[in-house]
């Protein structure tokens, strides 16, 4: 029991304890691709207020602190490549 | 957008994205699955530019449906040159914002909140010369050109114009002059002889016929929504609408709703109905026209509508009521 609250605790290392229920969302960057082929030129990224998904090379990048579960990304991406962990 | 197609009639669909509001009633009520719906989050926010809907030329029977169940004055549909909107056998909208001119104070709240723009209020006001009564009158012998009334007038009503280095014009535009007698105080040289009947000599005369205020009130029925704004904010009840829908919309309260960050409610609404106080989504029903547009866009479900009833009448077909019926629980 100890061990496993442990693991978990490595596992959400970005949060704070309080808000251990947090769960972020998911990038599959298969389905993603890069945001040059997106249909919607990173819409997810537009449409996140809360700057939690930025560019990276080309790439969206989950920034899992900024996240705060809206799910505008997940309903939003052309490519269903957002989803819930 | 047009599609057109002649066979034994000419049936033309038209489809006016000017007026469109994005709801997506005419895609759910598409028996062939014709119109498809939009991003509606992203083109309400402007990241992409495309049109509310898509009709799909292939697939569209042109059987008019989309047109009848929109209330919003988007799709035109029309058989040999008509639109079905006057053809006996087809549905009608009773929609209704209407204005008693003669309850109509002329305040332009209404044109102020309209979210369409769709009001104007053309008001006349009384010729103000009738009201403001008094006299006025400047003795050019005696005026040395001080320029000390011109400065001192508060409305503005006396112009000093310099012809030259030897001469000038004084002149008091009387359609601006209060009669306030400033001007007369002030004068130096006692040149001004100024009189408000209003004080001076006691009662004004005027007549109410002279105070009265004229206008008129334009609604562009086209980009009309009849969400009842103007009748919530007229202060003295002059208008009446008639909804397209009646019902109810309410949140469910859900914890998972972040109100600040998300509000793809409030954006997305074409009636301005949704606000967030405290990051708590609040509908006011009374500006809304239960399109159901926040509902489709609300990532956590947490907006519910439930339609009792629609101001759709004579739908003659009974597969079409059918399928119209869809719209309302």
Known sequence: MKMKSICLYKHIAYYDLNEVIFMPVIIDTEKCG??????????????????ALIEENGDVVLVPENCDDCDLCIQNCPNQAISKS | MKIER???????????SHNCIGCGICADMCPTSAIKSGPILPIDRGLVKMDYINIDKDKCALCGLCASSCAFNALDFSIDGENIKNMENYPKWSLQTTFDNDTCKYCLNCE???????????RVLPDRSKLVTGEIDIDKEKCIDCHICEEMCPADAITIKENGKQSFDISVNKDKCVYCLVCKRVCPQEAIFAACRGCSYGEAEISAEDAEIEGNIIVDEESCI????????????????????????FTLGKEECKGDSCHACQDVCPCN????????????????????????????????????????????????????SNMIE
């Open chain 2, 112 to 122: 102020r909140v309209c979210p369409k723009d769709a009001i104007t209020v053309a």
């Open chain 2, 273 to 324: 109905a949704i606000t967030l106080e405290d990051g708590e989504v609040q509908i006011h029903q009374e500006h809304c026209v239960l399109c159901g547009k926040c509902v489709k866009v609300c990532p956590q479900s947490n907006i519910s509508l439930k339609r009792s009833n629609m101001n759709l009448d004579n739908v003659v077909s009974k597969s079409w009521d059918k399928i119209l």
């Open chain 1, 34 to 51: 890069k945001i040059e082929n997106c249909p919607g030129e990173g819409l997810c990224i537009k449409i996140c207020e809360k700057s």
């Open chain 2, 226 to 249: 009849n969400c009842g704004w103007c009748e919530d904010i007229c202060p003295v009840d002059a208008v009446r609408v008639i909804k397209p829908f009646e019902g109810e919309i």
């Open chain 2, 6 to 16: 002649n066979g034994e009639q000419e049936r033309c669909l038209e489809y006016k």
